[in-house]
């Protein structure tokens, strides 16, 4: 027993040596490997004689003059066309609301209805007063009648026949009395029926029914606004539009479709833009001498009411056109207070740097009025390339496209972050 014991625990060492030599000839033999791949894989170019690496692509985009609307973009504020406020004409108390608030209304309909019997029965009483007034009239004008033949014939004296005819005329005014009050007394009959003056969307009403209303004053009832069509106020700086006329006078610019009346375009604070362009109203003549601003106006076709009053918008206008002027991406321009500069690349693949003259940014591109030629490719992107390169490198011009807008990335699963911390468990 004892000596079995002893050549058990001597193989234990001799297993431990052996599996020791056989991980280091693995390792060695792994090694080796990966040592040989690489040079394997670097022989390549060295056996197929060391060519020279291709040019660097670089986008560029080719220069196309043509007519360059100048769009101004300018914040401005929405106003109903028409506002009218539904006041209480007739003193009473309030006895239906006659609309649907928010609804849309037509001129002429009624709104509310204020108590009407005081005013019937003034109405009936202005109708008997004239009643009697008619009745009057008529038994003086017989009377004059009557005697007018015995005048004649000195049956009744001339001043009898002056006080009859005296009478007849004071009666025949008594009637003209008469029917105005009852034309006044119809009136202020009307006034108990509110109606809407103009057509438009009414909102709320600002008093309930069984309110006193007109009672010394006018009381507002409810507002009808037009929103179809809306204004747009908005205003622009005093500068810039005296800027815009002087490079007018000078032929550096033209008016826009040939007339002063000017299109523009609503932005919604979600900049999107609103679908039906609208027209410049009017500028004002006047310049505010406390933020140095002219006012616009312009109308906007608002038919679906998609657009509300008071609503903060942005305007595009174009109030003039560049004539032979070239747009290049905005990243093609390098801006310094040396001057704008942007690289041109020729046939042979050479970089030149071009001073330009820029006017304004449209679309995210910069209006170049004077230093490129039509034909020419202006560099866009590969700047970051040619950092890697010896000055005088030629280069690949291939056309450049606009980056597609980056689509939004999904949140990330709440139930794959809690799994990690259990799988390190």
């Given at each position: 027993?004892?000596?079995?014991?002893?050549?058990?625990?001597?193989?234990?060492?001799?297993r431990?040596?052996?599996?020791?030599?056989?991980?280091?000839?693995?390792?060695?033999?792994?090694?080796?490997?990966?040592?040989?791949?690489?040079?394997?894989?670097?022989?390549?170019?060295?056996?197929?004689?060391?060519?020279?690496?291709?040019?660097?692509?670089?986008g560029?985009?080719?220069?196309?003059?043509?007519?360059?609307?100048?769009?101004?973009?300018?914040?401005?504020?929405?106003?109903?066309?028409?506002?009218?406020?539904?006041?209480?004409?007739?003193?009473?108390i309030?006895q239906?609301?006659?609309?649907?608030?928010?609804?849309?209304?037509?001129?002429?309909?009624?709104l509310?209805?204020i108590?009407?019997?005081?005013?019937?029965?003034a109405a009936?009483?202005?109708?008997?007063?004239?009643?009697?007034?008619?009745?009057?009239?008529?038994?003086?004008k017989?009377?004059?009648?009557?005697?007018?033949?015995?005048?004649?014939?000195?049956?009744?004296?001339?001043?009898?026949?002056?006080?009859?005819?005296?009478?007849?005329?004071?009666?025949?005014?008594?009637?003209?009395?008469?029917?105005?009050?009852?034309?006044?007394?119809?009136?202020?009959?009307?006034?108990?029926?509110?109606?809407?003056?103009?057509?438009?969307?009414?909102?709320?009403?600002?008093?309930?029914?069984?309110?006193?209303?007109?009672?010394?004053?006018?009381?507002?009832?409810?507002?009808?606004?037009?929103?179809?069509?809306?204004?747009?106020?908005?205003?622009?700086?005093?500068?810039?539009?005296?800027?815009?006329?002087?490079a007018?006078?000078?032929?550096?610019?033209?008016?826009?479709?040939?007339?002063?009346?000017?299109?523009?375009?609503?932005?919604?604070?979600?900049?999107?833009?609103?679908?039906?362009?609208?027209?410049?109203?009017?500028?004002?003549?006047?310049?505010?001498p406390?933020?140095?601003?002219?006012?616009?106006?312009?109308?906007?076709?608002?038919?679906?009411?998609?657009?509300?009053?008071?609503?903060?918008?942005?305007?595009?206008?174009?109030q003039?056109?560049?004539?032979?002027?070239?747009?290049?991406?905005?990243?093609?321009?390098?801006?310094?207070?040396?001057?704008?500069?942007?690289?041109?690349?020729?046939?042979?693949?050479?970089?030149?740097?071009?001073?330009?003259?820029?006017?304004?940014?449209?679309?995210?591109?910069?209006?170049?009025?004077?230093?490129?030629?039509?034909?020419?490719?202006?560099?866009?992107?590969?700047?970051?390339?040619?950092?890697?390169?010896?000055?005088?490198?030629?280069?690949?011009?291939?056309p450049?496209?606009?980056?597609?807008?980056?689509?939004?990335?999904?949140?990330?699963?709440?139930?794959?972050?809690?799994?990690?911390?259990?799988?390190?468990?």
């Amino acid at each position: 027993m004892p000596v079995s014991h002893v050549s058990h625990r001597s193989l234990f060492p001799l297993r431990a040596v052996v599996a020791a030599l056989a991980t280091v000839a693995l390792l060695s033999l792994a090694a080796c490997g990966k040592s040989e791949a690489p040079a394997a894989a670097g022989g390549a170019p060295g056996g197929a004689g060391g060519g020279k690496p291709p040019a660097p692509e670089v986008g560029v985009v080719i220069a196309t003059p043509g007519n360059v609307g100048l769009v101004t973009e300018l914040p401005g504020r929405l106003e109903a066309s028409r506002v009218s406020q539904v006041r209480a004409r007739a003193a009473g108390i309030l006895q239906e609301r006659l609309f649907r608030e928010g609804s849309d209304v037509k001129a002429g309909q009624a709104l509310f209805k204020i108590d009407p019997a005081p005013y019937a029965a003034a109405a009936q009483s202005a109708a008997a007063s004239l009643a009697r007034a008619e009745a009057n009239a008529a038994q003086a004008k017989a009377l004059a009648e009557r005697y007018k033949p015995l005048v004649e014939a000195n049956a009744v004296s001339k001043q009898e026949y002056a006080t009859a005819v005296a009478s007849a005329k004071s009666a025949e005014a008594d009637v003209a009395v008469g029917r105005a009050s009852v034309a006044t007394a119809k009136i202020n009959l009307g006034y108990a029926s509110v109606t809407a003056p103009i057509s438009g969307r009414i909102g709320r009403a600002l008093v309930t029914e069984g309110a006193l209303v007109g009672q010394g004053d006018a009381t507002e009832l409810a507002v009808i606004q037009q929103i179809n069509p809306l204004y747009v106020n908005f205003t622009q700086s005093a500068s810039e539009v005296l800027k815009l006329r002087r490079a007018m006078q000078d032929g550096q610019f033209k008016q826009a479709d040939g007339s002063a009346a000017a299109s523009i375009r609503v932005v919604l604070e979600d900049g999107s833009e609103y679908a039906l362009p609208g027209k410049l109203l009017f500028t004002d003549l006047t310049v505010d001498p406390t933020s140095g601003q002219v006012t616009l106006r312009a109308e906007v076709p608002n038919p679906k009411g998609d657009l509300l009053p008071g609503l903060y918008v942005r305007v595009r206008i174009e109030q003039a056109q560049v004539s032979n002027a070239i747009t290049v991406p905005q990243q093609s321009v390098t801006r310094t207070q040396q001057g704008d500069t942007v690289s041109v690349v020729d046939a042979e693949g050479k970089i030149s740097k071009r001073t330009v003259k820029i006017s304004a940014a449209q679309n995210n591109q910069w209006v170049v009025l004077d230093g490129l030629k039509a034909g020419e490719q202006v560099m866009v992107d590969g700047f970051q390339k040619l950092q890697m390169m010896p000055p005088g490198t030629p280069v690949k011009a291939v056309p450049w496209k606009a980056p597609a807008p980056a689509a939004p990335t999904p949140p990330a699963a709440p139930a794959a972050a809690a799994s990690a911390p259990a799988a390190k468990q």
